[in-house]
């Protein structure tokens, strides 16, 4: 996981029917909360945190990437717009049989809530899972404060995820509970992430190597030439809009650059 540097605004839209759909939420709970904590209630979905004009400004800023694992993926249609704090319905442990209804409803047109995420981190393994440190802190209506609340997954918007991750070769390691809460709830060391990390990873060593037998043969135009392309990889691979950067920062950062 990286930091995703992101504009403060959300898309016209989330303010202008979005705040209106949350104005009419709040109403609807006051009148009956207790429906809404049993299920008897629920809100409509709106989606318009899935319109196009969501979505795109999403897939710009975090440059075609899930936020979670760092999967680059082209197809529009393989990227979700994830809520940070699920909006229908929450769980503080896997274990858990039932969600807690209603879910954080008041931030599901929220631009602050909103991420992008590939389909696995979001509905295989993030689903309405969102464990606090304390959940007797968890904000459980509009009158709540969400600032209480010390979640274990990280933000990547919010805060630098490399204080809580760090990788070992291919193998993400937590150095914090929100780290290593991440790691394991959303499945960071899948087979299918490890296997893509591999492969890159190797690239890298290749590149590597290109500069050993360059440094062992100065003086060589053609090794100097093919050395500066190694390099320029290299340096690509840790770029933000790389797939699995964080990962290429952390092993350029042990070998050296
Ligand atoms: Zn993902």
Redesign the pocket.
Known sequence: MIQVQRPDRGPAILKRLGEKQTRRDYAAYDLCPGDYHSGKNTFPNKTYYNREEVKSLLIQVHQSK?C??E?KLRTPAYLHVEHFRPKRGVRQARSQRHDDLPGYYWLAYRWENLLL??H??NCKFKRTLFPLANPADRARSHHDDVTRERPLFVDPVREDPRNHIRFNNDSPEGITPQGRTTIEELGLRRLGLRIARVELLNQIRTEYELLEVAAANPGIPDLEALAAGARRRIEAAMQPDAEFSSMAIDYVARRGL
């Open positions: 899930c979670y694992c999967q995420s590939c696995d981190c």
